[in-house]
Each structure stands twice: as C-alpha cells, then as structure tokens.
C-alpha cells in the first residue's frame, strides 16, 4: 500500500522534497492500517509526529504548507480532485481522508 500512497501523492503532484509530504504519506497509510478507522486526526498527527520525532501541530501545519505549495503547481488532477473552491487549500483532514478512501477504493 505504501508503493500505491507515494504513486497517487506524486500523481497529484505533492512535492516530495517536503517534510509535509512524508508526514502526509506516513498519516495515510496510518489510516489505511487502522480497522474501521473513524479518522480521529489530532491522533494521527501524533502518531505520526511520534515516529519522526516532532509535535502534532508541526505536522500538521507541514502538511497544510504541502497542500498549499500542490495547488500552486497548478496540477490539473489534484484541482479537480480536491478543489470546489480554487482560491484556498483544502483542510488537511479532508484531503487526507479522501486520499485514503480513494485508496481503499483502488484497493477492493
């Protein structure tokens, strides 16, 4: 699964340089792994800040960063994917939760 999270998330174009886009990557698969996962987020990002030795909110806010700087790369599939509103980045739960449900999708 993790091979399939790092395609779509370069797919839509998510620079990989990023911290955001590691943190993003890790919080997915978290969801992808947890069993009728209710997404309870603040968890996720302090699961995921735990194993890369940071804070919840550091997570969060480089995966906010990340989303921001994808939509300035203007990737058509990510826009269309994710975007109602083109003028502001979508939140960061939200984009993450419909990542892991396409996924889930893909998947069954």
């Known amino acids: 699964m993790k091979n399939k999270t790092t395609k779509l998330l370069l797919t ?17 698969l978290l969801t992808l792994n947890t069993p009728n996962s209710s997404y309870r987020w603040c ?10 030795s940071t804070t919840g909110k550091r997570v969060e806010r480089c995966i906010r ?8 790369s203007g990737t058509v599939e990510y826009v269309e994917m994710f975007y109602k509103n083109t003028t502001k980045p979508p ?18």
């Open 43 to 52: 968890e996720t990002y302090d699961k995921v800040a735990e194993k890369f």
């Open 91 to 108: 939140i960061v739960s939200r984009f993450l939760a419909t990542v892991a449900e396409y996924l889930k999708m893909q998947d069954s």
């Open 65 to 72: 960063h990340t989303l921001k700087k994808t939509q300035e």
């Open 12 to 28: 839509l174009g998510v620079p990989p340089e990023t911290s955001g886009y590691l943190y993003a990557r890790e919080a997915i």
